[in-house]
């Protein structure tokens, strides 16, 4: 075979293919996976598995697909189908239809649960909602959890947004209590989720993680020397990673468009209403807090979805130096900021339906930055910023569970 990866990173997969598959050895496996689950020859985790199972090494006895799907066949909120997978004869549950989460029957016959599913490092991402739900599942029914680890396309530095989820506000979007940004893997992620019992009724899965060999945390996915596959229809780039926690949240208002539909997905904030576009980018350019980013004008027509075939003008971003660029998660606030300066009449916030309202303030797991910004004459204030930061307490916490 030679060697696998050219770059420096081997995924869990692939340390799990080098071991001769040790973890599962002898066991009725059970698989959640999606596109992304490759090595680094771009060869499926499920094909890799069942090649495997046929030499009789371990049963891969289920497929279990999260939103998307195992095999990526459905769009972004579409419920997934059960069935069986095409290629491999193997028996597929959806984890995002009548359920998300694996009932009792769907884990009949299964020792242990496979989790190969590339995050992307923002929490309102609804992969590790569903790693979550595997680990709680597994947990009640006395299966084993193995997740192959995967790099976070952020890196492992990087910590935005407070971890605490409001009452109220929890919601499959944010469905557990750790920052916006997080900077961890999903094997990390998965640590901490089962060490802080933050799975439902504090259950406690019996887990192993197969760690990466090569990765260090202030890699960033161009670091990896991996492929990437489009984690969903509008994450087609690593660097679409970057953008989605920089505008996802308006995006969720439906009042400004952030690229979804056009051809930058979450790389763009535009209205039709924006008059002076070149205006709002220099006064974006000149605020000390976005270093790190530049804005350039924009118009462009959305070729389906919000504001299809509708002129929208505002700014493309850049992300020029990630290193520096310390505040992705209030992007959308100083846009709207400044926006307000220039068109006071203008209420991005205010003029959203009560639905995608109460979905923006899920999304951030608080109605407190947006009342704050409100309050404050759409200003970001030392408040907002104190507010969003993650707690020494979570940071310290979190020291625990890092392999790397």
Same mark, same amino acid.
């Given at each position: 075979m030679g060697s696998i990866a050219a770059g420096p990173v081997k995924t869990g997969l692939e340390a799990l293919r080098s071991s001769g598959f040790e973890?599962?050895?002898? +066991?009725?496996? =059970?698989?959640?996976?999606?596109?992304?689950?490759?090595?680094?020859?771009?060869?499926?985790?499920?094909? #890799?598995?069942?090649?495997?199972?046929?030499? *009789?090494?371990?049963?891969?006895?289920?497929? &279990? *697909?999260?939103?998307?799907?195992?095999? =990526?066949n459905a769009a972004a909120g579409e419920k997934v189908a059960s069935g069986s997978d095409p290629r491999t004869g193997v028996r597929v549950f959806s984890l995002y239809g009548a359920t998300r989460k694996p009932t009792p029957q769907m884990l009949e016959g299964i020792d242990v649960l496979v989790f190969d599913i590339q995050d992307i490092g923002t929490r309102s991402y609804t992969y590790i909602s569903t790693l979550g739900r595997v680990m709680e599942a597994a947990a009640e029914n006395g299966v084993a959890v193995v997740v192959l680890d995967r790099p976070n396309p952020l890196g492992g530095l990087r910590v935005e947004g407070c971890e605490k989820i409001a009452p109220g506000f929890a919601s499959f979007v944010s469905a557990y209590s750790v920052p916006y940004v997080h900077g961890m893997t999903v094997g990390e992620l998965a640590r901490l989720l089962n060490g802080e019992r933050m799975l439902g009724k504090g259950v406690q899965c019996d887990l192993q993680v197969i760690p990466m060999e090569g990765w260090r945390r202030e890699m960033v996915w161009?670091?990896?020397?991996?492929?990437?596959?489009?984690?969903?229809?509008? #994450?087609?780039?690593?660097?679409?990673? !970057? &953008?989605?926690?920089?505008?996802?949240?308006? =995006?969720?208002?439906?009042? $400004?468009? #952030? =690229?979804?539909? &056009?051809?930058?997905? !979450?790389?763009?904030?535009?209205?039709?209403?924006? +008059?002076?576009?070149?205006?709002?980018?220099?006064? $974006?350019?000149?605020?000390?807090?976005?270093?790190?980013?530049r804005f350039r004008p924009i118009h &462009?027509?959305? !070729?389906?979805?919000?504001?299809?075939?509708?002129?929208q003008h505002g700014v493309q971003i850049y992300l020029t130096d990630p290193s520096t660029a310390s505040l992705l998660t209030l992007v959308p606030f100083y846009a709207m900021q400044e926006l307000a300066g220039l068109y006071p009449a203008q209420k991005p916030l205010e003029a959203a339906a009560a639905s995608r309202i109460s979905m923006f303030d899920k999304v951030l797991g608080t109605d407190r930055m947006r009342r704050l910004f409100i309050g404050a004459g759409y200003q970001v204030t030392p408040e907002m910023k104190a507010l969003w930061r993650p707690s020494e307490a979570f940071l310290a916490g979190r020291r625990r569970y890092l392999l790397y």
């Amino acid at each position: 075979m030679g060697s696998i990866a050219a770059g420096p990173v081997k995924t869990g997969l692939e340390a799990l293919r080098s071991s001769g598959f040790e973890a599962l050895r002898g +066991k009725r496996v =059970g698989l959640v996976t999606n596109p992304t689950g490759v090595d680094a020859r771009l060869v499926s985790t499920v094909d #890799i598995l069942d090649s495997a199972a046929r030499t *009789g090494t371990f049963k891969l006895a289920a497929l &279990y *697909g999260p939103e998307h799907g195992v095999r =990526g066949n459905a769009a972004a909120g579409e419920k997934v189908a059960s069935g069986s997978d095409p290629r491999t004869g193997v028996r597929v549950f959806s984890l995002y239809g009548a359920t998300r989460k694996p009932t009792p029957q769907m884990l009949e016959g299964i020792d242990v649960l496979v989790f190969d599913i590339q995050d992307i490092g923002t929490r309102s991402y609804t992969y590790i909602s569903t790693l979550g739900r595997v680990m709680e599942a597994a947990a009640e029914n006395g299966v084993a959890v193995v997740v192959l680890d995967r790099p976070n396309p952020l890196g492992g530095l990087r910590v935005e947004g407070c971890e605490k989820i409001a009452p109220g506000f929890a919601s499959f979007v944010s469905a557990y209590s750790v920052p916006y940004v997080h900077g961890m893997t999903v094997g990390e992620l998965a640590r901490l989720l089962n060490g802080e019992r933050m799975l439902g009724k504090g259950v406690q899965c019996d887990l192993q993680v197969i760690p990466m060999e090569g990765w260090r945390r202030e890699m960033v996915w161009s670091d990896c020397g991996l492929p990437w596959v489009p984690s969903s229809p509008h #994450i087609p780039t690593p660097e679409s990673a !970057f &953008y989605y926690p920089a505008t996802g949240t308006a =995006g969720e208002l439906g009042t $400004l468009n #952030i =690229g979804v539909g &056009y051809t930058l997905p !979450f790389q763009t904030l535009a209205a039709p209403w924006i +008059k002076d576009a070149e205006k709002l980018a220099e006064r $974006l350019n000149a605020l000390p807090e976005l270093k790190g980013f530049r804005f350039r004008p924009i118009h &462009y027509k959305p !070729f389906y979805g919000s504001g299809k075939d509708v002129e929208q003008h505002g700014v493309q971003i850049y992300l020029t130096d990630p290193s520096t660029a310390s505040l992705l998660t209030l992007v959308p606030f100083y846009a709207m900021q400044e926006l307000a300066g220039l068109y006071p009449a203008q209420k991005p916030l205010e003029a959203a339906a009560a639905s995608r309202i109460s979905m923006f303030d899920k999304v951030l797991g608080t109605d407190r930055m947006r009342r704050l910004f409100i309050g404050a004459g759409y200003q970001v204030t030392p408040e907002m910023k104190a507010l969003w930061r993650p707690s020494e307490a979570f940071l310290a916490g979190r020291r625990r569970y890092l392999l790397y």
